[in-house]
């Protein structure tokens, strides 16, 4: 419970020590609680405190490896960080069962990002856009000298689009700088071209520029995957026009397909932001991707092949990069990205859209048969065993005896936990 209390000015200026202090004393933190902010574990302290504002702890959450996946033709190891107990299950079990087929095969349009820049208070739109649309060259000339080292790894300005549209407060123009980002995400790089260019838009228009930013619908940056399980692993014809009909339903519906989509996004978010990628950025563009047609519906497509064995295929913006943001700093991004043995952005985003396939097929099959519970409780288990108060061997003990009586309750796991440890006694 918090006190009431205002943080004191310059609260950014203290050191850790002095702003564990100050919320200490503004709420009923107790000294083991403060203690437990003190471990900065495999995040060191300066780096954390050089990430974000105000920083007073560290938070860990599982990091685990999905074994099983082959993706284009080779056999991966994929890092993914999560709170939720069955997601590396998944992936590792959807993984096993197409790997007879050969695994996942995926494919990447390209690394180009938008930023938009728009336009307010002119009387000639139409006029403006032409105008917009000669001076190419000399966009191309202003962006890409903001960004040299992006120029000499083979990216840069691409092309450019000019846009009116229609609004409630009236008619705008809009911009958009189209830039090959490469091995970054790319925010920062189309951040500052759109920047430095708005005064120039402004000269050549007469207009004033108002946001320089930007679109997470990063729909030049598309990943795709696909792959085929074979009808005798997967578990037969029922399973199958069942997993189907799961998926019709998602196509058809938003209040569907947004559980459904967000089931895919618990596999490539796990993978962001184990890889210090930015989980948002990629939640935004894949929702905004699935509404594209002016209808919200399904990231992903479920289809039969001419013999019956079940395919699937998804396609989806991955705007994900291996320079800058969090990935270059933290040890962990560092980490997960040498597990990965990738090279290349795009690499990651292949393994990230073929991780969010595995993870849609996991989910539609576990659906479609014994439901979800059976398997998320089962893993949940330890989690409501820890809570219990369970400790070393107990926690494993008293999961699988939760899981035996059916019973993955916090007051049926207090019980079984005096058992257990009346009988060791
Ligand atoms: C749970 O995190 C994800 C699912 O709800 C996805 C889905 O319904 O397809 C199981």
Not at 109 to 127: R, T
Not at 176 to 181: A, M
Not at 226 to 255: H, I, K, T
Request: glycine share 10%; hydrophobic share 45%; with cysteine.
């Amino acid at each position: 419970m918090q006190k009431n209390q205002h943080a004191p000015k310059g609260f950014h200026r203290l050191t850790i020590e002095e702003r564990l202090d100050q919320i200490a004393s503004m709420t009923e933190l107790g000294q083991d609680e403060i203690q437990c902010l003190k471990k900065f574990g495999n995040l060191p302290e300066e780096t954390a405190n050089g990430m974000v504002e105000n920083v007073i702890g560290v938070m860990g959450i599982p990091f685990g490896v999905a074994t099983n996946l082959i993706l284009d033709g080779k056999e991966m190891l994929v890092p993914m960080a999560t709170e939720e107990s069955s997601v590396i299950a998944a992936v590792c079990n959807a993984s096993k069962q197409c790997r007879s087929s050969g695994g996942v095969t995926s494919s990447v349009s390209g690394s180009e990002m938008i930023a938009q820049i728009q336009l307010l208070g002119l009387s000639n739109p139409h006029y403006a856009r032409q105008v917009l649309l000669e001076k190419k060259e000399k966009i191309r000339e202003l962006c890409d000298a903001i960004d040299p080292l992006l120029l000499e790894n083979g990216g840069g300005f691409r092309d450019l689009e000019v846009r009116i549209l229609e609004t409630r407060g009236g008619t705008m123009v809009i911009l958009h700088l189209i830039v090959d980002t490469q091995d970054a995400m790319g925010a920062n790089a189309v951040n500052s071209m759109a920047e430095s260019l708005a005064p120039k838009i402004e000269e050549w228009t007469g207009g004033r520029v108002n946001l320089r930013i930007l679109s997470n619908l990063a729909d030049r940056r598309l990943a795709r995957a696909r792959a085929v399980w074979n009808l005798e692993d997967l578990g037969g014809e029922q399973v199958r026009d069942d997993m189907l009909a799961a998926s019709w339903f998602a196509e058809a519906d938003p209040y569907r397909a947004a559980t459904h989509n967000k089931g895919i996004m618990n596999g490539v978010s796990a993978v962001a932001l184990v890889t210090g990628n930015d989980t948002r950025a990629l939640e935004a563009g894949a929702h905004a991707y699935a509404s594209r047609s002016g209808q919200y519906t399904s990231l992903s497509r479920w289809e039969t092949d001419e013999v019956g064995n079940l395919v699937g295929s998804l396609e989806m913006p991955m705007a994900v990069g291996l320079i800058g943001g969090a990935t270059r700093v933290h040890p962990i991004a560092k980490i997960a990205l040498k597990i990965l043995g990738v090279n290349k952005a795009e690499d990651l985003a292949r393994v990230m859209v073929a991780v969010g396939l595995v993870q849609n097929y996991a989910a539609l099959k576990a659906l479609a048969t014994t439901g979800i519970q059976k398997g998320h409780m089962a893993l949940h288990s330890k989690n409501i065993a820890m809570m219990a108060g369970a400790t070393g061997n107990e926690v494993d003990l008293l999961a699988k005896r939760l899981v035996e009586i059916g019973k993955i309750r916090t007051d049926a796991a207090e019980e079984e936990l005096r058992k257990i440890r009346n009988w060791k006694n």
